[in-house]
C-alpha cells in the first residue's frame, strides 16, 4: 500500500510540480493530486510542503523518498535477474559430493565452471555419499558426484565418468613399507605393485560400514582372503589418511586421493597386485530430472579434468 505506484511519487519530487509530472506521466493533473493526496493519507504524514514553490520535500518526504529509491534499485536488480532467469542465463546447480573428493575437485572444477556460466552458481552439499545421495533423492540437491552403486538404484540414474584403482597407502616409517620402497621398481603408471597378503597381520584403518568405499575395500580383502587388524574406523577419507600418517598402519583409498596436495610427506601409495577391484565413479541424479545445459558443463568439465584414463 505504502509503495504502490511510486515511480507518480518519484516523478513529481524530481520535477518540483504536480503539473510537471502529471504531464510527464500522462495523467492529468487533479489525477495526480489524489493520489499524492491518498498517499500522505495513508501514511499519516505530509509529504511535500505544498505551500511552497517549487514543492520541497517535508523531512518525512525525505525519509520516504530515500526508502522509495531503495525499492526503485531493488525492483530494478530483480527484473534484470529475472530476464537472466527467462533466459537461463542466472541459476544455481546444488551440488552433493564427499568432503575429501570435494577438497580435490572443486577448487579447480569451480573456476572452469564460471568461464563458460559465470552468472550460475553451484551450492555445495559435501558428506557422505549415503547421506548427500539422500539430500539428492529429497529433492535437497540437484546431482551428486560419487562413487557407485547409488543408494537408491529405483529412484536415480548413474552415469559413471571414469573408473579408478584402489590404492593401498602405508606410513613410510613402517618396515614392509621401507623394504618395498627399497626393492621394488616404480611401474609405467607412478606405482609400486605388492602383494597385500601381508595386511593378515597389520593394523589397518577403514571407512565406517555402509560407505561405497568400504564395501569395495571389504570385497578386495575377501577376494585375497585376507583379515586385518582394523583398529579404527572412520567415515572420512583424509583422517584415514592422516592416521596412517601417524601410526604404523595401513589403508586403502581411491587412486585421487593419492593425487591431493594434501597428501602428507610420509605416507607411500601403492598399486595392489592381483586385484581387478576398480572403482566407479559419475554423477547421480533423480529420475525424470532434466539436466540442462549448465549441468552438461559441469559433467563435461568433471571428466574432461579428471578422467586420466
Keep these: 500500500m505504502f509503495f504502490k505506484n511510486y515511480n507518480n511519487f518519484i516523478t513529481i519530487v524530481e520535477c518540483g510540480s504536480i503539473t510537471r509530472a502529471a504531464e510527464i506521466l500522462f495523467l492529468t493533473q487533479p489525477s495526480l493530486s489524489k493520489y499524492l493526496k491518498r498517499l500522505e493519507q495513508n501514511l499519516g504524514v505530509e509529504l511535500f510542503d505544498h505551500h511552497a514553490s517549487p514543492l520541497k520535500l517535508t523531512y518525512a518526504g525525505k525519509r520516504y523518498y530515500e526508502y522509495i529509491k531503495r525499492i526503485q534499485a531493488m525492483d530494478r536488480q530483480f527484473s534484470e535477474e529475472l530476464s537472466g532467469l527467462r533466459n537461463n542465463e542466472v541459476g544455481e546447480i546444488r551440488v552433493g559430493i564427499a568432503q575429501w573428493r570435494g577438497a580435490i575437485m572443486l577448487p579447480t572444477l569451480i573456476p572452469a565452471f564460471h568461464k563458460h556460466h559465470p552468472k550460475w552458481d553451484i551450492v555445495l552439499k559435501e558428506g557422505r555419499a549415503v547421506q548427500v545421495e539422500t539430500a539428492l533423492v529429497q529433492g535437497e540437491v540437484d546431482i551428486c558426484l560419487m562413487n557407485f552403486p547409488s543408494h537408491f538404484p ?156
Excluded at 194 to 210: A, C, K, M, R, W
Aim: hydrophobic share 40%.
Design 154 to 309: 529405483s529412484q536415480t540414474i548413474q552415469e559413471t565418468l571414469w573408473s579408478e584403482k584402489c590404492i593401498l597407502v602405508g606410513n613410510k616409517q613402517h618396515p614392509l613399507v621401507k623394504k618395498a620402497i627399497s626393492s621394488i621398481p616404480i611401474q609405467k603408471d607412478g606405482y609400486r605393485h605388492v602383494d597385500i597378503t601381508f595386511l593378515e597381520n597389520e593394523h589397518f584403518i577403514s571407512l565406517q560400514p555402509g560407505q561405497n568405499m568400504t564395501v569395495a575395500t571389504d570385497r578386495l580383502l575377501a577376494q585375497q582372503n585376507i583379515r586385518p587388524r582394523k583398529i579404527w574406523q572412520t567415515e572420512n577419507m583424509s583422517t584415514a589418511l592422516n592416521m596412517v600418517s601417524n601410526t604404523m598402519s595401513f589403508t586403502i583409498m581411491p587412486e585421487m586421493g593419492a593425487k591431493t596436495q594434501f597428501v602428507p610427506d610420509n605416507v607411500e601409495f601403492f598399486a595392489i597386485e592381483h586385484s581387478e577391484e576398480l572403482l566407479l565413479f559419475g554423477v547421480v541424479y533423480r529420475k525424470n530430472f532434466v539436466l540442462n545445459k549448465q549441468i552438461h558443463t559441469l559433467i563435461n568439465l568433471t571428466k574432461s579434468i579428471y578422467n586420466k584414463s
